[in-house]
């Protein structure tokens, strides 16, 4: 079997595997889409399916922000407007240099043609599937057979790390790693590859644009000690660099902007918060990589952590048992490498000695290790490949069964019952009777109380809440949006405006924010306290009461537009003169390096 035949073979094999493991997504009768309350208080409008426990570990990232903030960038997009900052949010937060925005993430093309629901479980389906055909064609390039390259690509695209967190925006970056480790061994091992260069740039300036700057810090770092063990010499270590370093002023139009945003921001990742770099895993958690039956579910009948596999983490064991021991120098070195970052990857996320300090070390303290554990999951599943190939000793058999069974164990671990198909983002009839009022008055905002309209769900609908939930807002906006009206506990932001305390003192900070109308669920009542200045105007799915005595408040001016011209300016001048200086590097008669395996 050629090369090529072998890639699409293997392609559509996965692409098999894939298929039963979602088979219901694909023939219709369930969706990927959690059920979360979306429009309504009591979850997506009109959806009358079941309600089984959600698939993955954070079904309401999806509700609460993904979903909506991408159909407003698809809008901004399709009007021909650059989607640099959301107004309907707050007093408004940046969009274009927010990290879980995706405002200018190359692999979500398809998503800013069509936001519906029916692109996102189609999106998120083949996701997963170029996950592992490029963890397939990295293992076929480090020397693994057929077999174990698809074992270790189901390996990786069916595991608990990508499966649980499918909708989560870190993805994005983690399913590109195998690629950048297959263009950056290719290049090392042909360093003067005109191809091999772009091929880097290409893969590290959609990277970087992913949406998920924790991610990319976390494989960054896999991707320079991957050079650093594999490269046969300086010449291929430059050219890998500047190749690495040109895909990245590409981005700098986004990361001037993000920058300035991180350097003002409120964020979940400080060095004291319980997602920072020195936190950890509880070792109980441990006991999930074999799968979730070895662990007991949380409340929603989901795993403490992700989860590998029995079969995977039995012939990860057998790899790593391979690499210590003689054998063919071309794969024990990439073998040994994997060992190497699977184990540090364990003692940091679990725990061991000293963890804490390196977690707290300046810019590693933003990264909660837990959540970004690409590295790890690719590295086992990686190693499951090597191991295949050390039981089955070349023998077709043996190594075709050990990697069907691996895929069958991954497929029968797949989390479900999934929910009946829905749209979370159908308006009900309130969102219309809002639209008409908030756009004939620019100015007026509103205010959700709980679920009802989840917050950054508004935006969805061009409607101005002045609510938000958000890991990149502005000290001095969250000191006024939030001070003296639901008094979150620092550093991390109140997720909802309850008011359940709703005073004057509260109700005026509001009516100074232009909050116009309040909703609240049909058996809400005002205090009396505060009952004179509120009417109810509304009560048909939800109460909407309108508040006496508001201000117009246009919201903020956006903020960056100044760094993100300079970064545009600083990528076209930058990106030619390190495109020159990667393909120059080396040129002339050398000694050609030998082909890594």
Known sequence: MTRAAGTVA?????????????????????????????????????????????????????????????????????????????????????????GEAFACAPLRLPLYLDPSARMWNAWWLLRLWLAGCL???????????????????TAYMLGGYL???????????????????????????????????VAVAGVTWAMALGGGPQALAVDALLAAVWVLVRSPGRVATAQTVLAGATGMAGSLPFWFPFLEVLGRAHHLHGAGAARSGASVVPMAGLRALVGPWLDRPDAQGLPSYYYAGEMVLLLAVAGAWSASRRGR??????????????????????????????GALPGLSLIWWGKYAGPLALSLALLAGFGLDRLARGRWLPGWGLALAL????????????????????????VGWLQSRVHAEPGWRICGLGTVLMPDIAAAFDLPDIRLEDSLIDREQYRVLFDGIS??????????????????????????????????????????????????????????????????????????????????WAAVVLVPVLLWAGLSVGKGPSRRPSRMI
């Open 10 to 98: 293997g392609a559509a094999g996965l692409a098999l595997v894939l298929g039963i493991a979602f088979f219901p997504v694909i023939r219709g009768r369930a969706t990927l889409l959690p059920v979360q309350p979306g429009v309504m208080p009591d979850g997506p409008y009109g959806y009358t399916g079941p309600r089984p426990a959600p698939a993955v570990l954070d079904p309401a990232a999806s509700a609460i922000k993904y979903l909506p903030v991408t159909a407003l960038v698809s809008r901004m997009w399709k009007r021909g407007e650059l989607p640099f900052w959301n107004p309907f949010c707050g007093g408004g937060v940046p969009l274009w240099a927010n």
């Open 135 to 153: 963890t397939a064609a990295l293992a076929r390039h480090l020397g693994i057979s057929m077999a174990g390259s698809l074992g270790a690509g």
């Open 163 to 197: 499966v649980l967190s499918l909708n989560l925006m870190h993805l994005d970056v983690d399913i590109l790693l195998p690629g950048l480790l297959l263009a950056v061994d290719r290049l090392l091992g042909q360093p003067r590859s005109q191809w091999g260069f």
């Open 329 to 358: 120098a071309g794969t024990a070195v990439p073998a040994r490498l994997l060992v190497g970052v699977a184990c540090f990857e364990l003692w940091k996320i679990f725990g061991g000695p000293g963890s804490a300090a390196l």
């Open 407 to 430: 895929a069958a164990e991954l497929v029968a671990l797949r989390p479900g019952p999934l929910p009946a198909p829905h749209d979370p983002l159908r308006p009900a009839p309130y």
């Open 487 to 568: 008094a979150p506990k620092e550093p991390r932001l109140s997720m909802f405006i309850t008011l359940d305390a709703l005073d004057p003192r509260r109700l005026d900070a509001l009516r100074g924010l232009g909050v116009r109308w309040l909703l609240a669920w049909k058996e809400w009542r005002p205090v009396p306290a505060v009952a004179p200045a509120l009417v109810r105007v509304y009560d048909a799915e939800i109460g909407i009461w309108q508040i006496r005595g508001a201000r117009p408040f246009p919201g903020w001016p956006p903020r960056g537009r100044r760094l993100f011209w300079v970064g545009c």
